[in-house]
T-cell receptor, first 117, second 109 residues
Framework: GAGVSQTPSNKVTEKGKYVELRCDPISGHTALYWYRQSLGQGPEFLIYFQGTGAADDSGLPNDRFFAVRPEGSVSTLKIQRTERGDSAVYLCASSSRGLRSGANVLTFGAGSRLTVL | RKEVEQDPGPFNVPEGATVAFNCTYS??????FFWYRQDCRKEPKLLMS???SGNEDGRFTAQLNRASQYISLLIRDSKLSDSATYLCVVNTGRRALTFGSGTRLQVQP
């Protein structure tokens, strides 16, 4: 696609529920990143995919968070047993190749705003 | 200590003013540096990369001081449309970019 697409744009859920957030990166981009941004803060790294595999998941806060990218394109971020502290904007970004290969520009989607009541 | 630190502001300046933001980073092995811009309730977008020799893009000038581990952004002749949050971004050698918390700029008429 022309840009990074994220759905849903807004999600309101109750504490304890399961949530899935979807990211469709720019066509042909092999690197995909998930970040989380809370109010007044910069984006905080969660996980990075190169192709189908998670190359770095060191930013995932705990085992309630999981992400997949089964075919190397669309990615889904999954949050189990949501807590109020999970409320944030979840941003997805892609780049044509990984940062260590010299690609330094991330193109972000508009984000999914998650509110846990 | 945060990996990337910025003054959150806000910086309130009149149109036409010159304003500068600084950012410090903690990892001396950091390899590349950027400024991203983020408008209210929008996604971050790359403003410019920061090169060791300093670089300019129109009214914007970025500089890097590796010895002191800081990056700066200078905006000349501020416009109302420059009002945004400016994020300092560093490639610390991990596989993802590390973002500062941002500096908010409000340009007033």
């Amino acid at each position: 696609g022309a840009g990074v697409s994220q759905t849903p744009s807004n999600k309101v859920t109750e504490k304890g529920k399961y949530v899935e957030l979807r990211c469709d990166p720019i066509s042909g981009h092999t690197a995909l990143y998930w970040y989380r941004q809370s109010l007044g803060q910069g984006p905080e790294f969660l996980i990075y995919f190169q192709g189908t595999g998670a190359a770095d998941d060191s930013g995932l806060p705990n085992d309630r968070f999981f992400a997949v990218r089964p075919e190397g394109s669309v990615s889904t971020l999954k949050i189990q047993r949501t807590e109020r502290g999970d409320s944030a904007v979840y941003l997805c970004a892609s780049s044509s190749r990984g940062l260590r290969s010299g690609a330094n520009v991330l193109t972000f989607g508009a984000g999914s705003r998650l509110t846990v009541l | 200590r945060k990996e990337v630190e910025q003054d959150p502001g806000p910086f309130n300046v009149p149109e036409g003013a010159t304003v500068a933001f600084n950012c410090t980073y903690s990892n001396s092995a950091s390899q590349s540096f950027f400024w991203y811009r983020q408008d209210c309730r929008k996604e971050p977008k790359l403003l410019m990369s920061v090169y060791s020799s300093g670089n300019e893009d129109g009214r914007f000038t970025a500089q890097l001081n590796r010895a002191s581990q800081y990056i700066s952004l200078l905006i000349r002749d501020s416009k109302l449309s420059d009002s945004a949050t400016y994020l300092c971004v560093v490639n610390t050698g991990r596989r993802a970019l590390t973002f500062g918390s941002g500096t908010r700029l409000q340009v007033q008429p």
